[in-house]
């Protein structure tokens, strides 16, 4: 620290160093300006206030019906939602109870509730109501009727959104517990 | 130091040429209008002192066309077929004792179309003696809410004529927040309402002749001077304008104006907060780079 | 045939050369670009004039990120979305609007030293040439970029402008519409002057600027007295350690230091606009919607324009077009009506000294008169100016050729 105390002051004293110390300063403090230029660019290209606020749906869970899919949508994606019949839950508690932790309880329901884009590279997979699966036409691959990955080449089931549940109501977008649960369990992935 | 003589020569002929297009110019186009701190002096004083209890018994008579929300009484028709009859939708009344000057009020109660200068007005004088407008004032006031929100003034002023879209205000309330059919994209619920708000506007723009303007942005379409002294008076800015004169205190005014420029200009508190730092780094960048030519210059004069 | 040494490290300075001569290129367009040393902080203004059209150009493309060149949207994308609701859109705003008014001060003033100090003659009329028609697309840039926001002022400002084009008693009603691309300004006239604005007047202000720099390098750059420097005469006393008695300094680093040092000063003066004093680069008039059925009660070009918009309305329709002819393209014609072969500043000039400084205050004059409403004394005060206008050039090659040789 000392030696670059005298180092700049023996420099100063010759003129040529002065003048690239001056110089330095001076590019230092412009390149501190162009950082704060460049912060100000990365915000203009930030989402706007307008498209985050857009990014909850709220679900009536009381309108579906059992053993039908429809299709929402929350931030532009397609979102499954599917009431499973208490004949699905019994089978699942049989031959493959880990999937019932993907399951969204609400009220005395069950629900499957994903976002509707194969984890492979994103193509929506087509529902099989006969089959009970879900079969991604793009590579062909396929999920059980909880939306749990059965065959490759997806790396894992389909993704749950981020919910809050509200009474008889489902809201996307925000975090409940029983979804930072699932999170922490690694049921599902942040999205 | 002729460089100083020559800066002084380029300053003066570019602020003599700032003068001219901007201050001087303007000044030529428009005419100063003086204004009169919202005092309405060509009302005369009120000579009597309104009792609330009386003024409560004689508002039954306002409710006919008027809501008083804030005492649960509804309005006898909803915006739109109270436009369809009268032209324009009747105010809700809740505030009115917070923002109107009390002596305007008054007079306006006796003869609404003089007070406010309009052509037509479609509020016909509403009390029978200065004692009985001076006790429905004095009633107003009473039930008048302590704070009332930049939005709530504007609203209750000037929101049922004037829409402001930038904060999703129309003239018959709020813009609901909807949602579209996913199969078709159809979105019926926004519809009806647009329709709604089109039947309105429609009314309104044949009872006042134009449609008013959307004040989103008004705030730096007009200037200050020329805001306040238009809502203390409208003829005196627009002679002939069907705009009727409002009535507001000073403060009724002031929050109005806080209203406008949220949402018209709305970067103002961001712009007064970075533009002391953005100026300081060029003064001491000039400082750097001034040292810097120094070094470099050393030598050659 | 070029010499490549296969042994030379890929990217180090000897490879470089080899295949970029980045040694001559920095020897001819920096460190020995000999600038007089007899200037002064005038002599800034180009590079001023750089900076601003950089900050033009940066502030421009933030903005295009956002803006909708459509009649319904063009509006409320700039006066909400960017003002409120993009992250420091309304700074993007305020510098481009800002930009685009202080553009011209500078370029006004870096004109009229051209004209002050001989600068357009003797080698330099391409500079000069090179110079206005940087002015004719910086005018054409400033008023395409000012239909986009789609007030009050860009419609009727497209409506007036592109009238002119009927030629006044010739009628040529489909000219005008065929530039429009409608029988108003609307979709079609918006989108096109869209595209004038953010690519093809850009790309040929680049090209001209480039241009513009290229006529520079041979003559050099004039100097306050001008006289006709000896450049390698000079050069070598630099080169000689001689700094003191050389006439001459580097482009790199010495001109530049007094450069930056100008534009720190400037950029205080141009951001202290932006933050806190803007309306003259931003008129209200133009945060009105627009409205094809209400022209606003006053209206006026930008203040940039003033002195021409005065030049043409005293007159009637064809004699004001073709006096508003002249005013455009007389400029151009500046090295070959001024007769005498003097280089030197207009003080030393005789009555060349009275013209320049007439030329000056009736342009300011005019100025004035345009902004001002066209009724009684203003209108007079402007025919004055007007005719006066003419007077001086048609005077210039008269006065000139009378001039005594330096």
Partial sequence: MINNIITKGKAMANNNGRRDFMGKALGGFTALGGLGALYAMKRTWDPLPSVKAAGFTTLNMKEYKEGQLVTEKWRGKPIFVLKQTPATIEKLKKEKPDDLKRLIKVGDAHYTVCIGLCTHLGCIPGFRPEEQDFLCACHGGMYDITAQVTKAPPPRGLDIPPFRIDGEKLVLGEEGPEYKKMLEDGITMPV | MKELKILGVVVVFTLILYWGVEPFAHSQMHKHVEGHDFKYPDLPALKVKGNAENGKALV?????????????????????????????NPPDLSNMGALLDEKFFAHFLLDPAKVTKSKHFAMPPSAGSEQDAADIVAYFKSIAPKEISPKEAYETACGRCHANRYDHWTQIGEVPKTKSNIKTGVDLDALAFKKKVGIYENKLADYMGKLPPDLSIIIRARSEQFLETFVEDPQSQLPGTAMPRVGLTKEGYEKVKAYLEKTGDPSKPKREELGPWVIGYFVLFAFLAFLWKKSIWKGHH | ???????????????????????????????????????????????????????????????????????????????Y????????????????????????LIIYIHMFTGIYYGSYKRGRELIWLSGMLLFVLFSAEAFSGYMLPWGQMSYWAGMVITNLFSMGGLH?????????????????????????HVLLVPLAIIGVIVLHFGTLRIPHVNNQDGEEIDFEEAAELYKAGKIKESKVIPFNPVFLSKDVFVMGVYFVIFFYLVFYHFEFAMDPVNFDP???????????????????????????????????AFAQVIFFLLPFLDRSPNVAPASRRGLFKYWFWALLIDMIILTFMGKLPPEGIWSTIGLVAALTFFGLWIALPIITSKEKKL
Wanted: hydrophobic letters at 50%; a neutral charge.
């Fill in chain 3, 81 to 104: 979305t960017i003002m409120s609701e993009v992250g420091y859109g309304w700074l993007w705003r305020h510098i481009h609007g800002v930009g685009a008014s202080v553009v011209f």
């Fill in chain 3, 172 to 196: 040529l009603n489909g000219l005008v519409e065929w530039i429009r691309g409608d029988y108003v300004p609307g979709q079609a006239f918006l989108n096109r002057f869209f595209m004038l």
């Fill in chain 3, 290 to 324: 627009a409205n094809p059925l209400k022209t606003p009660t006053h209206i006026y070009p930008e203040w940039y324009f003033l002195w021409s918009y005065e030049v043409l309305r005293p007159f009637s329709t064809n004699i004001g077009l073709i006096a508003f």
């Fill in chain 2, 60 to 88: 039954a008579a306002c409710v006919g066309c008027h809501s008083i929300k804030s005492q649960g009484m509804a309005a006898p028709m909803d915006a739109v077929t109270s436009a369809q009859t009268y032209g324009v």
């Fill in chain 3, 1 to 79: 045939m070029a010499h490549f040494d296969e042994n030379a490290r890929p990217f180090s300075h000897k490879w470089l050369n080899e295949r970029l001569a980045v040694d001559t290129l920095k020897r001819v367009l920096s460190t020995e670009y000999w600038i007089p040393k007899n200037i002064n902080f005038l002599w800034a203004m180009g590079m001023v004039l750089a900076a601003t059209f950089g900050l033009l150009l940066i502030s421009g493309i933030f903005l295009l990120m956002y803006y909708q060149p459509n009649t319904q949207l063009a509006f409320d994308s700039v006066n």
